[in-house]
Each structure stands twice: as structure tokens, then as C-alpha cells.
């Protein structure tokens, strides 16, 4: 499989931001799809996670209510939209498929994107 990002960028604190992750050759019809941060010196973070079935969502506790993750299942693109952004939310932010997630943990073989840099100023 193959993942591209796209859409990251600098914007100030307040601002907003979209990203996007295309999939490419991955070979099952369901599928989960996720994004993730790693900001210098931190451990990476699952922001969230949507199931291709159902279209069940997971939005982490740091990012609830301003980020909304949705999926284009005809385009096998995953967006992340990103509203009301902190310097916190400064990271790499990466895109994954697996066979299944819980929460964002991934589950089955993973593949990832080579990820988009996010730089948020006050």
C-alpha cells in the first residue's frame, strides 16, 4: 500500500488547517485509516481513526472538538480538519492504514505516509 499526505503547512495559533491521505494498493474493501503526530522529543500520538465499514470514528481527548476526521470512500482518501489550532499541535502529522483499529491503536500489518509537518505560531 501507499499513502501520500498533503495539506500541511504554517498557520497561527486560531487558524485552520486540511489535511488529506490518498491510499493506494491496499486490498481490502474494509480497512481503517488514521492519523498520528510526533512532534521533536515526543513519543508519536494517535490524533484518529476511521473505519472504512461503518465510517466509526475515534477522536483523542487532546484534539476533541476541533479536529474531524472523515473519509472519501470512492477516492480512498482519508481528511483530518483541524480548527482552532495551538502551538501544541505543532507535530509531523502522519497518515496509516491497518485491517481494523481500536481507538488508534492499529491492528494487522500498517502501513504509513511520509507525513506532512504542521507548525502552529502564537
Known amino acids: 500500500a501507499q499513502l501520500v499526505e498533503s495539506g500541511g503547512g504554517s498557520v497561527q495559533a486560531g487558524g485552520s488547517l486540511r489535511l488529506s491521505c490518498a491510499a493506494s494498493?491496499?486490498?481490502?474493501?474494509?480497512?481503517?485509516m488514521g492519523w498520528f503526530r510526533q512532534a521533536p522529543g515526543k513519543e508519536r500520538e494517535g490524533v484518529a481513526t476511521?473505519?472504512?465499514?461503518?465510517?466509526?470514528?475515534y477522536v483523542a481527548d487532546s484534539v476533541k472538538g476541533r479536529f474531524t476526521i472523515s473519509l472519501d470512500n470512492a477516492k480512498n482518501t482519508v481528511f483530518l480538519r483541524m480548527n482552532s489550532l495551538k502551538p501544541e499541535d505543532t507535530a509531523m502529522y502522519f497518515c496509516?492504514?491497518?485491517?481494523?483499529?481500536?481507538?488508534?491503536?492499529?491492528?494487522?500489518?500498517?502501513?504509513w505516509g511520509q507525513g506532512t509537518q504542521v507548525t502552529v505560531s502564537s
Open positions: 476511521i473505519g472504512t465499514g461503518g465510517g466509526k470514528t
Open positions: 496509516a492504514v491497518a485491517r481494523a483499529c481500536v481507538r488508534t491503536r492499529l491492528l494487522g500489518p500498517d502501513y
Open positions: 494498493g491496499y486490498t481490502y474493501s474494509s480497512y481503517c
